[in-house]
Protein backbone atom coordinates (compact mmCIF):
# COMPACT_ATOMS: atom_id res chain seq x y z
CA UNK A 1 0.00 0.00 0.00
CA UNK A 2 1.04 2.74 -0.90
CA UNK A 3 2.96 5.28 1.85
CA UNK A 4 0.67 8.16 2.33
CA UNK A 5 -2.27 5.98 2.08
CA UNK A 6 -1.01 3.81 4.92
CA UNK A 7 -0.36 6.62 6.91
CA UNK A 8 -4.01 7.63 6.29
CA UNK A 9 -5.28 4.21 7.50
CA UNK A 10 -2.81 4.61 10.58
CA UNK A 11 -4.82 7.72 11.63
CA UNK A 12 -7.80 6.74 11.17
CA UNK A 13 -7.01 3.66 13.73
CA UNK A 14 -6.25 6.65 15.86
CA UNK A 15 -10.07 7.03 15.80
CA UNK A 16 -12.16 5.13 18.38
CA UNK A 17 -15.56 4.39 18.30
CA UNK A 18 -18.06 5.48 21.01
CA UNK A 19 -19.43 2.82 23.14
CA UNK A 20 -22.90 2.48 24.65
CA UNK A 21 -23.91 5.21 26.34
CA UNK A 22 -24.63 3.70 30.36
CA UNK A 23 -28.15 4.12 29.81
CA UNK A 24 -28.10 2.29 26.57
CA UNK A 25 -25.65 -0.67 27.97
CA UNK A 26 -28.25 -1.14 31.02
CA UNK A 27 -30.88 -1.34 28.92
CA UNK A 28 -29.67 -4.01 26.59
CA UNK A 29 -28.26 -5.92 30.27
CA UNK A 30 -31.99 -6.04 31.21
CA UNK A 31 -32.56 -7.45 28.05
CA UNK A 32 -29.78 -10.38 28.39
CA UNK A 33 -31.39 -11.03 31.53
CA UNK A 34 -34.68 -11.31 30.27
CA UNK A 35 -33.94 -13.48 27.60
CA UNK A 36 -32.26 -15.51 29.56
CA UNK A 37 -34.63 -16.12 31.89
CA UNK A 38 -37.18 -16.77 29.34
CA UNK A 39 -34.92 -19.35 27.61
CA UNK A 40 -34.29 -21.22 30.69
CA UNK A 41 -38.38 -21.65 31.09
CA UNK A 42 -39.20 -22.41 27.85
CA UNK A 43 -35.91 -24.65 27.62
CA UNK A 44 -36.35 -27.74 25.26
CA UNK A 45 -33.00 -28.59 24.35
CA UNK A 46 -31.61 -31.75 24.65
CA UNK A 47 -30.01 -32.23 28.43
CA UNK A 48 -29.14 -35.61 30.50
CA UNK A 49 -32.21 -36.72 31.87
CA UNK A 50 -31.70 -35.97 35.51
CA UNK A 51 -31.43 -32.76 34.82
CA UNK A 52 -34.60 -32.65 32.88
CA UNK A 53 -35.98 -34.09 35.94
CA UNK A 54 -34.98 -32.37 38.44
CA UNK A 55 -35.97 -29.11 36.63
CA UNK A 56 -39.54 -30.92 35.72
CA UNK A 57 -39.63 -31.45 39.48
CA UNK A 58 -38.93 -28.10 40.80
CA UNK A 59 -41.30 -26.62 38.48
CA UNK A 60 -43.61 -29.02 40.12
CA UNK A 61 -42.65 -28.62 43.66
CA UNK A 62 -42.90 -24.73 43.24
CA UNK A 63 -46.74 -25.02 42.08
CA UNK A 64 -47.49 -27.44 44.77
CA UNK A 65 -46.19 -25.31 47.57
CA UNK A 66 -48.00 -21.99 45.69
CA UNK A 67 -51.19 -24.20 46.06
CA UNK A 68 -50.29 -25.15 49.74
CA UNK A 69 -49.96 -21.50 50.69
CA UNK A 70 -52.93 -20.67 49.19
CA UNK A 71 -54.96 -23.27 50.64
CA UNK A 72 -53.38 -22.56 54.19
CA UNK A 73 -53.97 -18.88 53.74
CA UNK A 74 -57.73 -19.56 52.48
CA UNK A 75 -57.99 -22.35 54.71
CA UNK A 76 -56.59 -19.94 57.86
CA UNK A 77 -58.97 -17.23 56.95
CA UNK A 78 -61.70 -19.04 57.23
CA UNK A 79 -61.11 -20.70 60.40
CA UNK A 80 -59.78 -17.64 62.06
CA UNK A 81 -62.65 -15.68 61.15
CA UNK A 82 -65.86 -18.34 61.57
CA UNK A 83 -66.77 -17.32 65.05
CA UNK A 84 -66.55 -13.92 64.01
CA UNK A 85 -69.53 -12.71 61.83
CA UNK A 86 -67.86 -10.43 59.31
CA UNK A 87 -69.13 -6.93 59.87
CA UNK A 88 -69.45 -5.56 56.09
CA UNK A 89 -72.73 -4.44 55.11
CA UNK A 90 -73.92 -5.92 51.85
CA UNK A 91 -77.45 -6.11 50.26
CA UNK A 92 -76.37 -9.13 48.15
CA UNK A 93 -77.12 -12.23 50.71
CA UNK A 94 -75.05 -14.72 48.49
CA UNK A 95 -72.25 -13.28 48.21
CA UNK A 96 -72.26 -12.75 52.66
CA UNK A 97 -72.86 -16.24 53.05
CA UNK A 98 -69.80 -16.82 50.57
CA UNK A 99 -68.05 -14.08 52.11
CA UNK A 100 -68.48 -15.52 56.10
CA UNK A 101 -67.67 -19.00 54.66
CA UNK A 102 -64.29 -18.16 53.24
CA UNK A 103 -63.04 -15.56 55.24
CA UNK A 104 -61.84 -13.79 52.30
CA UNK A 105 -63.27 -11.42 49.37
CA UNK A 106 -61.58 -11.69 45.94
CA UNK A 107 -60.92 -8.21 44.68
CA UNK A 108 -59.56 -8.56 41.44
CA UNK A 109 -57.96 -11.45 39.55
CA UNK A 110 -55.92 -11.58 36.08
CA UNK A 111 -54.51 -14.07 34.60
CA UNK A 112 -52.46 -14.03 31.51
CA UNK A 113 -49.38 -15.98 29.31
CA UNK A 114 -46.19 -15.37 30.49
CA UNK A 115 -44.61 -17.44 27.57
CA UNK A 116 -45.52 -20.03 25.28
CA UNK A 117 -43.16 -22.65 23.42
CA UNK A 118 -42.82 -23.12 19.21
CA UNK A 119 -44.87 -26.43 19.13
CA UNK A 120 -42.97 -29.41 18.70
CA UNK A 121 -44.41 -31.68 15.94
CA UNK A 122 -44.94 -35.03 16.06
CA UNK A 123 -46.82 -38.38 14.51
CA UNK A 124 -48.74 -40.21 17.15
CA UNK A 125 -49.13 -43.86 16.66
CA UNK A 126 -51.94 -43.83 15.05
CA UNK A 127 -50.37 -41.99 12.47
CA UNK A 128 -52.23 -38.39 13.56
CA UNK A 129 -50.04 -35.51 12.95
CA UNK A 130 -50.06 -33.64 16.48
CA UNK A 131 -48.22 -30.88 18.14
CA UNK A 132 -47.26 -30.37 21.74
CA UNK A 133 -46.40 -27.04 23.41
CA UNK A 134 -45.84 -25.18 27.13
CA UNK A 135 -48.02 -22.82 27.80
CA UNK A 136 -47.25 -20.59 31.27
CA UNK A 137 -50.27 -19.36 33.10
CA UNK A 138 -49.99 -16.75 35.83
CA UNK A 139 -52.56 -15.87 37.62
CA UNK A 140 -52.67 -12.61 39.88
CA UNK A 141 -55.11 -12.10 42.61
CA UNK A 142 -55.98 -9.16 44.66
CA UNK A 143 -57.44 -10.83 48.51
CA UNK A 144 -59.06 -8.87 51.02
CA UNK A 145 -59.07 -11.33 54.06
CA UNK A 146 -62.31 -9.98 55.82
CA UNK A 147 -61.48 -10.00 59.44
CA UNK A 148 -58.36 -8.12 59.73
CA UNK A 149 -58.93 -6.07 56.61
CA UNK A 150 -55.75 -7.07 55.39
CA UNK A 151 -55.53 -6.88 51.41
CA UNK A 152 -52.99 -9.54 49.78
CA UNK A 153 -51.77 -10.47 46.51
CA UNK A 154 -51.58 -13.77 45.21
CA UNK A 155 -49.27 -14.84 41.93
CA UNK A 156 -49.46 -18.68 40.95
CA UNK A 157 -47.95 -19.86 38.18
CA UNK A 158 -49.49 -23.00 36.59
CA UNK A 159 -47.78 -25.12 33.70
CA UNK A 160 -49.78 -26.54 31.44
CA UNK A 161 -48.49 -29.09 28.51
CA UNK A 162 -51.09 -29.05 25.40
CA UNK A 163 -51.56 -31.75 23.42
CA UNK A 164 -53.36 -30.96 20.52
CA UNK A 165 -54.36 -32.34 16.79
CA UNK A 166 -51.88 -30.03 14.52
CA UNK A 167 -53.72 -27.15 12.92
CA UNK A 168 -53.33 -27.26 8.90
CA UNK A 169 -52.58 -23.39 9.25
CA UNK B 1 -32.96 -16.17 38.39
CA UNK B 2 -32.19 -20.10 37.95
CA UNK B 3 -28.14 -20.23 38.33
CA UNK B 4 -28.10 -21.81 34.57
CA UNK B 5 -30.15 -18.28 32.93
CA UNK B 6 -27.46 -16.38 35.31
CA UNK B 7 -24.67 -18.19 33.66
CA UNK B 8 -26.04 -17.19 29.95
CA UNK B 9 -26.47 -13.89 30.89
CA UNK B 10 -23.28 -13.24 31.70
CA UNK B 11 -21.61 -14.53 28.98
CA UNK B 12 -23.73 -12.39 27.29
CA UNK B 13 -23.22 -9.11 28.89
CA UNK B 14 -19.23 -10.19 29.10
CA UNK B 15 -20.08 -10.48 25.10
CA UNK B 16 -21.42 -6.98 24.42
CA UNK B 17 -18.69 -5.23 26.81
CA UNK B 18 -16.11 -6.38 24.11
CA UNK B 19 -18.03 -6.01 20.81
CA UNK B 20 -20.58 -3.03 21.71
CA UNK B 21 -18.54 -0.12 20.53
CA UNK B 22 -18.02 -2.05 17.16
CA UNK B 23 -21.56 -3.20 16.53
CA UNK B 24 -22.45 0.51 17.21
CA UNK B 25 -19.81 1.99 15.17
CA UNK B 26 -21.46 -0.30 12.19
CA UNK B 27 -25.07 0.44 13.39
CA UNK B 28 -24.54 4.18 14.11
CA UNK B 29 -23.22 4.37 10.24
CA UNK B 30 -26.87 3.43 9.72
CA UNK B 31 -29.01 5.34 11.92
CA UNK B 32 -29.64 8.72 12.36
CA UNK B 33 -28.91 9.20 15.92
CA UNK B 34 -27.08 7.56 18.50
CA UNK B 35 -30.60 6.78 20.00
CA UNK B 36 -31.50 4.96 16.66
CA UNK B 37 -28.19 2.85 16.78
CA UNK B 38 -28.42 1.26 20.19
CA UNK B 39 -32.12 0.51 19.48
CA UNK B 40 -31.12 -1.67 16.50
CA UNK B 41 -28.80 -2.82 19.06
CA UNK B 42 -31.02 -4.23 21.23
CA UNK B 43 -32.85 -5.54 18.30
CA UNK B 44 -30.22 -7.30 17.05
CA UNK B 45 -29.29 -9.01 20.38
CA UNK B 46 -33.12 -10.53 20.06
CA UNK B 47 -32.76 -11.77 17.16
CA UNK B 48 -28.92 -13.20 17.38
CA UNK B 49 -30.53 -14.64 21.33
CA UNK B 50 -32.82 -16.76 18.78
CA UNK B 51 -30.76 -17.57 16.30
CA UNK B 52 -28.41 -19.19 18.97
CA UNK B 53 -30.51 -21.13 20.36
CA UNK B 54 -29.33 -24.17 18.49
CA UNK B 55 -26.27 -24.04 20.12
CA UNK B 56 -27.18 -23.31 23.65
CA UNK B 57 -27.35 -19.72 23.43
CA UNK B 58 -23.60 -19.31 23.23
CA UNK B 59 -23.04 -15.49 22.34
CA UNK B 60 -22.47 -15.27 18.72
CA UNK B 61 -19.50 -14.94 16.04
CA UNK B 62 -19.02 -11.40 15.60
CA UNK B 63 -19.29 -11.97 11.49
CA UNK B 64 -22.76 -13.17 12.19
CA UNK B 65 -23.55 -10.22 14.46
CA UNK B 66 -22.22 -8.24 11.78
CA UNK B 67 -25.10 -9.96 9.91
CA UNK B 68 -28.02 -9.28 11.73
CA UNK B 69 -27.15 -5.73 11.89
CA UNK B 70 -26.60 -4.69 8.67
CA UNK B 71 -30.17 -6.55 7.86
CA UNK B 72 -31.76 -4.79 10.61
CA UNK B 73 -30.06 -2.08 9.26
CA UNK B 74 -31.55 -2.25 5.91
CA UNK B 75 -34.96 -2.91 7.01
CA UNK B 76 -34.76 0.52 9.05
CA UNK B 77 -33.84 2.52 6.18
CA UNK B 78 -36.92 1.01 5.25
CA UNK B 79 -39.18 1.99 7.49
CA UNK B 80 -37.67 4.85 7.76
CA UNK B 81 -37.83 6.34 4.17
CA UNK B 82 -35.08 7.97 2.32
CA UNK B 83 -36.19 11.28 2.75
CA UNK B 84 -36.48 11.82 6.53
CA UNK B 85 -33.55 9.48 6.64
CA UNK B 86 -31.57 12.46 4.51
CA UNK B 87 -33.33 15.55 6.82
CA UNK B 88 -32.72 13.74 9.96
CA UNK B 89 -29.03 13.07 8.88
CA UNK B 90 -28.56 17.23 7.86
CA UNK B 91 -30.03 18.41 11.18
CA UNK B 92 -27.75 15.46 13.41
CA UNK B 93 -24.55 16.55 11.47
CA UNK B 94 -25.43 20.62 11.55
CA UNK B 95 -25.89 19.92 14.99
CA UNK B 96 -21.94 18.83 14.96
CA UNK B 97 -21.58 16.72 18.19
CA UNK B 98 -23.61 13.51 17.31
CA UNK B 99 -20.06 11.52 16.18
CA UNK B 100 -19.56 8.11 16.76
CA UNK B 101 -15.86 8.43 16.31
CA UNK B 102 -13.65 10.11 19.07
CA UNK B 103 -10.25 10.71 18.30
CA UNK B 104 -8.27 8.58 20.71
CA UNK B 105 -5.91 11.63 21.00
CA UNK B 106 -6.82 14.60 22.13
CA UNK B 107 -6.73 18.11 21.07
CA UNK B 108 -5.90 16.88 17.60
CA UNK B 109 -7.48 18.63 14.42
CA UNK B 110 -6.48 16.33 11.77
CA UNK B 111 -8.08 13.43 13.78
CA UNK B 112 -11.36 15.52 13.86
CA UNK B 113 -10.97 16.20 10.26
CA UNK B 114 -11.09 12.92 9.36
CA UNK B 115 -13.28 11.73 11.25
CA UNK B 116 -15.66 13.82 9.29
CA UNK B 117 -14.38 12.93 6.19
CA UNK B 118 -15.64 9.17 7.02
CA UNK B 119 -18.70 10.53 8.13
CA UNK B 120 -19.33 11.60 4.98
CA UNK B 121 -18.21 8.89 2.79
CA UNK B 122 -20.23 7.12 0.56
CA UNK B 123 -22.20 4.31 2.25
CA UNK B 124 -20.75 1.50 0.57
CA UNK B 125 -17.56 2.44 1.04
CA UNK B 126 -17.75 3.55 4.75
CA UNK B 127 -19.48 0.10 5.09
CA UNK B 128 -16.51 -1.43 4.17
CA UNK B 129 -13.93 0.67 6.26
CA UNK B 130 -15.89 0.61 9.43
CA UNK B 131 -15.64 -3.39 9.48
CA UNK B 132 -12.20 -3.60 8.45
CA UNK B 133 -10.87 -1.06 10.76
CA UNK B 134 -13.52 -0.87 13.56
CA UNK B 135 -15.61 -4.30 12.98
CA UNK B 136 -12.06 -6.57 13.01
CA UNK B 137 -13.84 -8.35 10.13
CA UNK B 138 -11.50 -9.74 7.56
CA UNK B 139 -12.01 -9.07 3.91
CA UNK B 140 -13.10 -12.64 3.42
CA UNK B 141 -15.80 -11.90 5.77
CA UNK B 142 -17.04 -8.32 4.58
CA UNK B 143 -17.17 -10.23 1.25
CA UNK B 144 -19.55 -12.78 2.32
CA UNK B 145 -21.52 -10.41 4.80
CA UNK B 146 -21.90 -7.95 1.76
CA UNK B 147 -22.15 -10.52 -1.15
CA UNK B 148 -19.22 -8.97 -2.85
CA UNK B 149 -16.41 -11.07 -3.46
CA UNK B 150 -13.29 -10.35 -1.08
CA UNK B 151 -11.27 -8.23 -3.92
CA UNK B 152 -14.11 -6.23 -4.68
CA UNK B 153 -14.24 -5.58 -0.46
CA UNK B 154 -10.58 -4.97 -0.96
CA UNK B 155 -10.67 -2.31 -3.74
CA UNK B 156 -13.39 -0.29 -1.93
CA UNK B 157 -11.65 -0.51 1.30
CA UNK B 158 -8.42 1.05 -0.63
CA UNK B 159 -10.90 3.71 -2.48
CA UNK B 160 -12.10 4.35 0.53
CA UNK B 161 -8.47 5.18 1.89
CA UNK B 162 -7.24 6.96 -1.10
CA UNK B 163 -10.77 8.96 -0.90
CA UNK B 164 -9.95 10.02 2.65
CA UNK B 165 -6.35 11.14 1.73
CA UNK B 166 -7.77 13.08 -1.10
CA UNK B 167 -9.73 15.29 1.20
CA UNK B 168 -7.71 16.03 3.64
CA UNK B 169 -4.43 17.35 1.47
CA UNK B 170 -7.43 19.83 -0.07
CA UNK B 171 -8.79 20.52 3.24
CA UNK B 172 -5.10 21.26 4.88
CA UNK B 173 -4.51 22.88 1.85
CA UNK B 174 -7.36 25.84 2.53
Known amino acids: ?169 | MPQIASDRGAEWRDWLDQNASRLLAYARARCASAEEAEDLLQEALIKLWNYQEERDFRPPDLPLAFSVMRFLGLDHHRRKGRRERRDHKIIEFQKGQDHWLDPAVEDEEEAALLRDQVESLPDKLREVLVLKLWGGLTFAEIGELLSISHNTAASRYRYALEQLQKELKHLKRL
Open chain 1, 1 to 169: MEKSVKEVEDRLKMLVPRGLSDRGFDRCCQLIDRLAVESVLTDESPEPLRAKEAQSNSWQIMTIAASVALFIGIGGGWILGRHHPFSISSSDESVQVEGAQQGYEVLDSETWLAATHTPTAYISEDGEVREVFREIAVTKELVKHRQSGNVITLETTAHHLIDSEKSEF
